[in-house]
């Protein structure tokens, strides 16, 4: 413990110190130059018997010694020297007036080499002696002001949010490898994202223009189907990665054992697109697939609905709709079950709708509620019940989408072990309320066919995950591990998510994947981001200065690895992530923030070399009208032959007096005697 008395100690010696080298550097000029002295009448009796004395020590003698010692002795009162500190002080500063002192204070001696007066050469040494001196002194004093450890300049706090990443390259069958490049206390190093098992699921978020497709998604489609990878892609913007698919599938078809086909589904260049028809009777095994049908469809048409499943009006639609498709499933093995055909069927009249429909048994249960309804004359409720079915699918009612959805070239069972596929579904963003709907169909029919056992492995890219609907796909991504259906969901925001699919749902989306690739996102996105990636032990520093010395305090805590702020300030190309990895193959730096290395030249030269996608068949406007009009005539015939049909067995069974015809004639005449006034004409009815 210092006390005042040992304060003031050690100043009197470094005081002390400072005196005698300064007296040994005086005393060095006297001596030297005593004659220069004597003449200018500058000495006395006393210091000649002074100097006489001296003159004999070992240290006077020569050039060196006395210059030397006195050096020391400045030294020596420096190191205990305490003053103001001063964040200006610069240590090139200090090394700058040291090294210019020392060379003054060893070099004077060379101006006695020089011609010229004595006196001149003797003033000149001794200032430049004593500037060297004052310069080495100053630098020593400065030396003790100098904070010798200040706090660090970095702002952001980005090196100290660095840490250690994955930076082995980890292979297998099924994986897929990003080169990168990352930032450690500094330093940019080599990484690799390894995302080894695929089937845990991988969500991609990123803004517009965070790179989500040229960093992430291509990459997916071109080392998947290198590996022989069945694929199913949803084309936001058809058809940029349609072209990539097609491109990348020719460049690869020899390392498949099975030469997959590619087909294309897209409803604005008909030449360009195969013809599938999603409610293919022979993949629908039990009226539940036919639920899930009409529930994909109705989901996609009336977006809010998804929050308000489970109310009335919600679900009987979804049952109506049901019935029709399973009707259609069952007339004559499935002929007309297309949803084109359902559509016009739905038009229909009550009256002809409701009496060929109740002539399938495993549907009564489902129209029932409606038939009672219309009975009773609760044209209201029915209409409430019906009509934003009726409303929400005649927007399907167009010539082109009629076409496609009415075809067979294909079925979705893309992992097929003897026919595997490539299929690239298009949207058109200007189009999205309509294509939608039925694309959601389409994903939510593959999606039953490829999720079982014994199956090729395959990849599920969905680019703009949200703008279709199809329920359970937490479920897909639980239960296709095991069946190798890799699922990759590419989204802009989490909040974009919950908007479409209701909060609970995108929560367990968000929550049940394994690998994460985030490009710049914002607000509650980039809070669950940092929080899901977790803390790392970071220093921290903090400075305190007063008069005469600072205290500084280091201290290590554990703080976000990667904080909002910084996920949402990301470049293009720049993202942060987790991967999963498996028993047998673990992964020990999973966490990772870097910019994927995209080799751009490559990648435009490629492109350059691209094909497009070939024309499937030329169709003419006359073709496509016609298909428009056979599928309206071939629903009124069903209608018109089944309620003959119909008609024809109550008369000869003699049972016609309850059927829904007759029903359906007394309830004309009830309110065309109560239009005419005529009370006898009622009660005689």
């Not at 002080?89 to 004077?108: E, F, H, N, R």
Request: net charge neutral.
């Amino acid at each position: 413990m210092n006390t005042g008395e040992d304060t003031q100690g050690l100043r009197k010696i470094l005081d002390l110190s400072r005196m005698i080298s300064v007296s040994l550097l005086a005393m060095h000029f006297y001596i030297r130059f005593f004659r220069m002295f004597e003449r200018w009448n500058l000495h006395s009796e006393i210091t000649d018997r002074i100097v006489g004395q001296l003159d004999k020590l070992a240290i006077f003698e020569g050039w060196w010694f006395a210059k030397f010692a006195a050096l020391l002795f400045l030294a020596i009162s420096l190191l205990g020297v305490k003053g103001k500190k001063d964040e200006d002080i610069s240590l090139k500063k200090i090394y700058l007036y040291m090294v210019a002192g020392l060379c003054l204070y060893s070099c004077a001696i060379f101006f006695f080499y020089f011609h010229g007066a004595d006196t001149l050469l003797i003033w000149l040494y001794c200032l430049v002696t004593t500037i060297g001196f004052l310069l080495i002194l100053a630098a020593g004093t400065w030396i003790s002001r100098r904070i010798k450890q200040s706090l660090a300049k970095d702002i952001f706090n980005s090196e100290n949010e660095t840490f250690p990443q994955e930076e082995r390259l980890l292979e297998n069958e099924y994986s897929v490898n990003l080169p990168a490049k990352y930032n450690y206390k500094g330093e940019i190093r080599d990484s690799w994202i390894n995302l080894i098992n695929l089937f845990r699921g991988l969500l991609v978020a990123g803004t517009p223009g965070a790179g989500k497709s040229y960093f992430v998604i291509r990459h997916l489609i071109d080392q998947l189907m290198g590996k022989g990878f069945s694929m199913f892609i949803y084309d936001f913007k058809y058809d940029d990665l349609s072209v990539i698919a097609y491109n990348c599938l020719r460049k690869y078809i020899g390392r498949y054992k099975i030469k997959p086909k590619f087909y294309v589904i897209n409803f604005d260049d008909l030449n360009r697109t195969h013809r599938c028809n999603p409610l293919d009777p022979a993949a629908m095994t039990d009226i539940t697939d036919a639920t899930e049908a009409s529930r994909t469809i109705m989901m996609g048409l009336n977006r809010d609905w998804i929050k308000k499943q489970g109310d009335f009006f919600v679900e009987s639609p979804i049952n109506f709709l049901t019935a029709i498709i399973w009707y259609l499933k069952r007339y004559k093995d499935g002929k007309y079950c297309t949803l084109p055909h359902v559509i016009e069927l739905m038009q229909a009249d009550y009256e002809q709708l409701f009496t060929v429909l109740q002539q399938e048994e495993e549907i009564k249960v489902l129209i029932n509620p409606f038939i009672s309804a219309w009975k009773n004359e609760a044209m209201a409720q029915l209409e409430g019940q019906i009509a934003s079915a009726k409303i929400g699918l005649a927007r399907l009612s167009s010539p082109q989408l009629y076409y496609v959805l009415s075809g067979n070239d294909f079925s979705l069972d893309v992992n097929n072990p003897e026919e595997p596929k490539i299929i690239c579904v298009g949207n058109n963003p200007q189009k999205l309320q309509v294509y939608g709907a039925v694309l959601s169909l389409y994903i939510s029919r593959m999606i039953k066919l490829v999720n079982q056992k014994g199956k090729l492995k395959s990849a599920l890219i969905f680019d703009e995950f949200p703008t279709i609907f199809f329920n359970n796909i937490d479920s897909l991504i639980a239960t296709a591990r095991s069946n190798k259906v890799a699922t990759a969901l590419a989204v802009q925001d989490f909040s974009q998510l919950k908007k479409d699919y209701g909060a609970e749902q995108s929560d367990v989306i968000t929550g049940i994947v394994g690998n994460i690739i985030a490009g710049q996102v914002t607000g509650s996105t980039a809070k669950t981001l940092s929080e899901t990636f977790g803390k790392i032990m970071q220093d921290r520093q903090s400075k305190s200065i007063n008069s005469s010395d600072i205290s500084i305090s280091q201290s290590r805590q554990l703080d976000y690895a990667i904080p909002a702020s910084k996920i949402a300030s990301l470049s293009s190309g720049e993202f942060v992530g987790m991967v999963a990895d498996n028993p047998e193959e673990k992964i020990a730096l999973k966490m990772f923030h870097c910019e994927i290395h995209n080799d751009h030249d490559a990648i435009a030269r490629e492109e350059k070399r691209y094909q497009s996608i070939p024309i499937v068949k030329a169709v003419s406007s006359e073709e496509i009208k016609e298909n428009y009009e056979s599928i309206k005539s071939q629903v009124a015939d069903l209608l018109r032959s089944q309620c003959a049909v119909i008609g024809s067995d109550e008369e000869n069974d003699g049972n016609g007096k309850g059927s829904l015809l007759a029903t359906s004639s007394v309830k004309q005449k009830k309110r065309l005697a109560k239009k005419k006034g005529n009370p006898k004409d009622t009660l005689s009815l």
